[in-house]
């Protein structure tokens, strides 16, 4: 007899479920391998088996079984077709839930946004009352600078007759105001730069600040670190120099006066 | 006359049943209450034969055709005729509350419920088929050994394996083994004969 042959004398007994556990297990083995002649021999099988049933005293179920499934039937039917298995409730607190999650999602996005939106606020406020206290606090340098008689006063002749002079103020302490009016604009890729020319003989002028006056020629600027001692210096100028300022001169000064 | 008894590959292409199993997918009440009434009877009483309890068999059968209704999609027609499986689905069902519920051996010590008999309607020419269909299979197992129609029997309607049928039977394990093979081949030719 050859395996197969063995195989399909299990295949009735199988059917009718009277196969020992090994001798079945071994069988359902065989059936996973897609053998189509047990497979089309245990379909006839399971007819053969079936036809069993008419060995049963002939019995009628009552009407009131039928009148309860039919009552079933009919609730399933109109509860829905592919989503019979699970009621409406269900459905409906499975909505409810994912509705309450997304406004939270939301709720929370919308929250965020708003703290995002409050913090560059109040950090743009910071920023500018620093610059408000900063500018206060030139502001009130300036005004030392220019109204405490412990300021030195001189001006910085122009080179040209044409050319208005520079009035300056030197407090020891708050530093140097320099004051113009009227002043040309210098071209577009030209600034103003200060120098402070040292006392000892033989040192190169020392540079310092920048600047450009505005539309009307006018401008007021402040150096705040001039040298530890006014003496060390002789005088100020102010030249003519590209864009971004020189370390060294590279033009005559355009104002020139000594620091007395 | 035996020309009803249905086999696996005579059957009609399109039959009532395959008819009415369609209109179960597309979830027709009343195709499901044609399918009752067709079969209903014959599932039940072999549900009754194998739990020997109405309460339980009609819980049983109750179960069996709402899932019926629920997965009508899994009967295959090309695999065969539809109440063979609807038979082997409830037999299933039946064993399975038999050893749950231990019933067998309440079976024993319970005195065994009488179920009156119940006529069978006899104007319907389904009826008359259902009716020619167990004849002949009755006829055909009663031309077997006694011990072997047993043996069979105790497969069929108590779940039992050759081992336990055997045992039961106290006759050896081969021996079961060929009476079940051979009986069961004698009723396939029985029911092809012409």
Known sequence: MSEHDKFRELIEPYALGALDPPERAELEAHLRTNCVECSKALDEAYWLVSQLAHLSPESAPSDILKGRLMRQVRADARSGSSGATIPFWMWAAVAAVLLFAFYNAWDAYQLRDRFRVANESASAAIAHQQELQQQLALAKREAMILTDPASMKFTLPASEKNMPELEVKWHAKMGICIMGHNIPMPPANRTLQLWLIPRTPGAKPMPSMMWRPDANGDFMLMVTNPPDQMNDVKALAVTEEPAGGSPQPTSTPMWLGSVS | ?194
């Open chain 2, 1 to 194: 006359m035996f020309l009803a008894v249905l086999t696996p590959t005579d059957f009609p292409s399109v039959s009532p049943d395959a008819t009415l199993v369609q209109g179960l997918l597309r979830r027709d009440v009343h195709s499901f209450e044609q399918l009752y009434d067709r079969h209903s009877r014959v599932v039940y009483s072999l549900v009754l034969r194998i739990l020997r309890q109405a309460a339980s068999a009609e819980e049983v059968v109750q179960d069996v055709f709402f899932q019926l209704w629920r997965n009508a999609a899994h009967y295959d027609s090309a695999r065969g005729p539809f109440l063979p499986w609807l038979l082997t689905m409830a037999r299933n069902r039946a064993l399975d509350q038999l050893r749950l519920k231990g019933e067998r051996q309440r079976r024993h010590e319970d005195q065994v419920e009488e179920l009156p008999p119940v006529p069978v309607a006899p104007d319907f020419e389904h009826s008359l088929d259902e009716k020619r269909r167990s004849a002949r299979v009755r006829s055909l197992m009663d031309a077997l050994q006694p011990k072997q129609k047993r043996a069979i029997e105790l497969a069929y309607f108590e779940g039992l394996s050759h081992t336990e049928i055997a045992e039961s039977m106290k006759e050896p394990l081969g021996t079961v083994k060929s009476w079940i093979r051979n009986g069961l081949m004698r009723l396939k030719e029985g029911l092809l004969a012409p």
